[in-house]
């Protein structure tokens, strides 16, 4: 249930409320929305209505969350989140751009990349350091020497970093070089991972799962929630279907679900969904039409040589044709695109 107290609620009564609701045994969870407190209240407690708390000084009001997630959903906060990372925001007017190889190979390969997509106006830089590779012959990335290519990337363009954590382990590690960590699609549901990655209050961009069903993916946000970090950014990334012609199927469908049922922002990844830089034009401008909140493109300044994901890596001329592609439907539905990428831009084309 989450209990929305009135506009002009004090401190004291709002600290009254959670202090009650911790003696019936739930964990409260104070969300500052626009103008007023709501506080979910999570638990396995089962509970009547009504509660009792709807006596309580400064509370306007109980309801239920019939959902089963519940911080993650709309009905525990009805405006949209804005995730900061930095003076970077994710989920307002602006689209976020995250661009980068798939995996950082090394220093050269990462600054050239990463020249090349702050130039075109993407504001994060992403590359693996570990990677999740579905064969264990694959290249598995350069771990801790992979962050610090990062760390020097991120200082020589001031560009935020978003990278892949796979183990529990190597979440605070890893926190210590990374602006955003992202859990992969293979890791969606590693419930450790995530409880570990929301104890860690580090901005979280969340993948969904190959094979998994919205609900699973709101719920796997859930346990990032329910520690207290409610810095999550949802990217759909492509589900596995019948369809053998892409990699994976872009669920447009998922996008204004998702952005329904839910108050955290959310991006799309249209390369690991068709595994075809070709194709990550169409499905950026479809995701953008669709309502996201950002896209996350693979660019590799030499594709074919690429250690992993060389045939969906775009290279940076390709990207910020995209950009530019992108910019007259991201004008279209009230948003516009960072840096160079800005509305006009389009108009040249
Ligand atoms: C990636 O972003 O490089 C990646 C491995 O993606 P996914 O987890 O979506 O397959
Ligand atoms: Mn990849």
Redesign the pocket.
Known sequence: MIIVMKQNAQKDEVEKVEERLAEMGFGPHRIEGTGRVVIGAVGEQKIAFPTGLEVLAGVERVVPITAPYKLVSRQAKETSSIIKVGDLEIGGKELVVMAGP??VENEDQLLTIARAVKAAGAQVLRG?AF?PRSSPYSFQGLEEQGLQMLETARRETGLKIVTEVINPQEVEMVAGYTDIIQIGARNMQNFSLLREVGRSKMPVLLKRGLAATLEEWLMAAEYVLAENNFQVILCERGIRTFETSTRSTLDISAIPQAKELSHLPVIADP??SSGNWRLADPLSRAAVAAGVDGLLI?VHHKPAEAL??GP?SLTPENFEQLLAAVNPIAAAMGRSLPGKARPGMAEGL
């Open positions: 798939c995996a693996g990677k390369c690991h693979e992993c994901d969906q």
